[in-house]
């Protein structure tokens, strides 16, 4: 055993002269090999090697060595995990071997030419809680390094750890990644999915481009005309015109609405007015405009009132297609057309924007995603990535990207051969979509299940109905609010479901009343910015706060539905009997009071809730008795059983559909809604999981409710699944009480 004390100190004071080595100029690949002798020197070692992790690839690749075959880097590389390295990154922990060697976990790269070392000692570098590589001395001695040189290294790496962090960042982004095509880019990295499908088309950067038209520098005064002015205002008009019309086929419900604000403002006189005026004073067009244009967004922007904020963008918005419209529309490149917009913060009235004129996919770089943006764009078939990939934002304006929202995957410029894949499967998902689905769906021992589709845009209704859908088991009544910069009228909502109701003809229709609040912000309506949103004035909470907005929308359903067999109402987010009973006093006084108006309107609808709070649980008899029925929200009852953000990334792990505690408040729901003969159906994600469906039927679901596209999926997984076989596994899945033990049993799912 090796009994030699190192010279901590004179160690520590060259690392600390290195790290400014490395904030001067001097090259990042010296640096590292620089601190690998350093470290070699000190610590007596015969090799000393630092890797650095790639995220993008999930590697360490050995960027820098003394005493191994110089040729070994950048091509040395391992998964964490993998050998001692690997396992020292991904655990984070330092290991000290006497003899390499032995340790099962050694691995051994042939080109690295390490054999003849037998210690080790392998020390993480990480900055915070950053992970950034490891760093490795060996020496051909069996037992060479001892704890003193452990804790020395350790020191030494804690210092050192900024430095790498800024060599890496800067080896990441090389010297040709600056500007101009970037080579070193991979072929594709890998973001989320949020969304299903694939595009492919030429990026753009929505935001960034369009808002330097109107904050960028003028043009020269004398480049365009009061005529060039006045063809760009009716060249906008035409514009908004048609993308209204192209609203009226794909969103019938918006048609009207989004650029309502844009019309008015460009009729106003004062606006296009004192334009003009301030042409014929000798003011260049661009500047006039620009002039006009901001002293509207400040005058909108300092309102008190939200509603009134919102028009600023509006204004803004609007501004930016007229600046665009300056150029003849034949030399200028249509904004969005055939694109994909990479953004870094997206809201669904900006997806409606992007959709009509005529975006293929979107990324979102970095930020969270709304659930309602993810499925927006489900509904609206826009493969949406999130990637938090920065070099997104810096590729040049000719880079060509195919989006596979299905993977998550961002091809860079693909080749001909990954195109003509991606064809291919765009083709057979096409076939698998419209396949021919059988009317109704059996087990395989021919028990029946009950498929519903979950309605987010009136346009989904046709898929829905072509894929055999037997009813709407969710209408999420919130993206006509969502969509739109401020609240619809009773006669706009009361449109809006008697196209639903009549569409639906006759089939079972369930309608949720406004899910606002929480991720789903109306800007417009005043919220105040809480600190858990989630825990906030969200849902039923809103609605029953803002009486008149519920009330304008129950009146609008209840005379929609006059007629109307098989529609349903249910409240989301119900937290108590009394709160039950109040949203249920609700809907009858709109009906005594549209009684006393004499307007016709439904007066037997059934009224139901969704369960999606842990807070029923105790009382779910008494709610049985009160509802004529349940829907499981399944998204929000597992965020809030689990008490993790459905859209948080860093609580992922937490949110797990299969949590015992999940697993026996579905169980409690069910038995109750059957004890009480009401009934239960799953509206939530895990009504299209594979992963969940046998135990949602095995605990006695008889009634799932999806998206229109997983309609032949889920037809197919239960028409393969015996329901003796499900129930035999649901009840082995509610006898474990440990999420490990849970995640064994859903492996053995039927
Ligand atoms: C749910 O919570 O499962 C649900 C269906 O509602 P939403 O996803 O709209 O919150
Ligand atoms: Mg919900």
């Known amino acids: 055993m090796n009994t030699r004390e190192p010279d901590h100190l004179n160690l520590l004071c060259d690392m600390g002269e290195l790290t400014t080595i490395v904030t001067g100029n001097s090259d990042i690949e010296t640096f590292l090999a620089s601190s690998a002798a350093l470290v070699a020197q000190h610590l007596k070692a015969h090799v000393c090697s630092i890797y650095l992790f790639e995220a993008m690839e999930n590697r360490l690749v050995l960027r820098a060595t003394q005493g191994l075959n110089p040729k070994a880097v950048n091509t ?73 040189d452990e804790r020395a290294l350790r020191t030494a790496m804690t210092q050192l750890a900024g430095a790498i962090e800024n060599a890496r960042f800067l080896m990441e982004l090389g010297p040709d990644k600056t500007s101009g095509p970037q080579p070193g880019l991979p072929p594709f990295i890998k973001g989320e999915p949020a969304g299903t499908g694939s595009a492919e088309g030429q990026i753009l950067f929505p935001n960034q481009n369009r808002k330097s038209l109107l904050y960028g520098p003028d043009p020269s005064p004398s480049l365009y005309t009061k005529a060039d002015f006045t063809a760009a205002i009716e060249r906008t008009s035409e514009e908004l015109k048609s993308l209204q019309e192209r609203f009226a086929r794909r969103l019938p419900e918006s048609a009207s609405l989004i650029f309502t604000a844009h019309f008015m403002i460009l009729k106003d006189k004062n606006f296009t007015g004192r ?56 030399t200028r490149r249509k904004a969005g057309k055939g694109s994909i917009a990479v953004a870094t913060e997206i809201y669904p009235s900006d997806i409606l924007k992007l959709v009509a004129d005529g975006i293929k996919g979107i990324i979102l770089v970095g930020g969270g995603v709304t659930s309602h943006v993810t499925i927006l764009s489900r509904s609206l078939q826009i493969p949406l990535i999130i ?19 299905t993977q998550g995957n961002i091809y860079f410029n693909p080749d001909p051969d990954t195109l003509a894949l991606f064809k291919t499967k765009h083709q057979t998902e096409k076939q698998i979509k419209t396949q021919a689905m059988a009317e109704q769906t059996f087990s395989r021992d021919k028990q029946k299940v009950t498929l519903l589709a979950n309605i987010n845009l009136l346009s989904e209704i046709h898929l829905a109905k072509a894929l055999k859908a037997e009813g709407v088991g969710l209408y999420r009544t919130e993206f006509p609010f969502l969509i739109r910069t401020g609240f619809p009228s009773e006669a706009e909502q009361y449109l809006i479901y008697k196209q639903l109701f009549e569409q639906m003809d006759g089939a079972l229709t369930t309608v949720r009343t406004l899910d606002a609040g929480g991720e789903k912000n109306l800007s417009y309506s005043g919220f105040t910015k809480e600190a858990n949103p989630e825990l906030g004035l969200r849902s039923i909470r809103f609605s029953l ?84 029925f349940f829907a499981i929200g399944t998204n929000d009852f597992v965020q809030y059983m689990t008490c993790a953000d459905r859209t948080n990334k860093l609580v992922a792990d937490y949110y797990i559909p299969y949590h015992p505690a999940v697993n026996s408040g579905i169980e409690t729901i069910v038995k109750a809604a059957i004890r009480h003969g009401i009934d239960v159906s799953v509206c939530g994600e895990m009504a299209h999981d594979p992963d969940h469906i046998p135990f949602l039927l095995g605990v006695g679901i008889r009634t799932l409710s999806v998206d229109p596209q997983f309609l032949p999926s889920v037809q197919k997984i239960i028409t393969a699944l015996s329901m003796e076989e499900a129930t035999a596994y649901s009840k082995t899945m509610l006898a474990q009480t440990r999420v490990r033990a849970a995640a064994q049993i859903l492996k053995t799912r039927p």
């Open 76 to 148: 040395v590389t391992m998964k964490p995990g993998e050998g001692l390295v690997g396992v020292c990154f991904e655990k984070s922990t330092i290991i000290r071997e006497g003899n390499a060697t032995q340790n099962p976990v050694f691995k051994y790269f042939d080109n690295a030419g390490e054999d003849p070392f037998n210690s080790f000692l392998c020390v993480p570098i990480c900055s915070g809680i950053e992970k950034i590589g490891v760093l490795v001395v060996q020496h051909r001695e069996l037992d060479h390094f001892t704890l003193f």
């Open 275 to 330: 334009m003009k005026q301030l042409m014929d004073e000798g003011q260049g067009p661009i500047s006039a405009v620009k002039e006009v244009a901001q002293k509207y967004i400040d005058l909108f922007s300092c309102s008190p009132h939200a509603y009134m904020q919102e028009k600023a963008v509006d204004v803004e918005d609007l501004t930016i297609r007229i600046l665009a419209n300056f150029q003849d529309p034949a």
């Open 387 to 405: 990637a938090d990939d920065p070099r997104l934002l810096d590729l040049p304006p000719e880079t060509r990207l195919l989006v596979d929202a």
């Open 545 to 628: 706060k803002h009486r008149e907005v519920f009330e304008t929308q129950i009146r609008a359903i209840l005379r929609a539905a006059q007629d109307k067999d098989n529609i349903r109402l249910m409240f989301p987010l119900i937290s108590s009997i009394d709160e039950f009973m109040d949203a249920r006093q609700i809907v009858s006084d709109c009906s005594q009071n549209l009684d006393l108006e004499g307007i016709g309107h439904n007066k037997h609808l059934k009224i139901g809730m969704m369960i999606e709070l842990p807070a029923v649980l105790s009382t779910i008899d008494e709610f049985a008795e009160m509802a004529d």
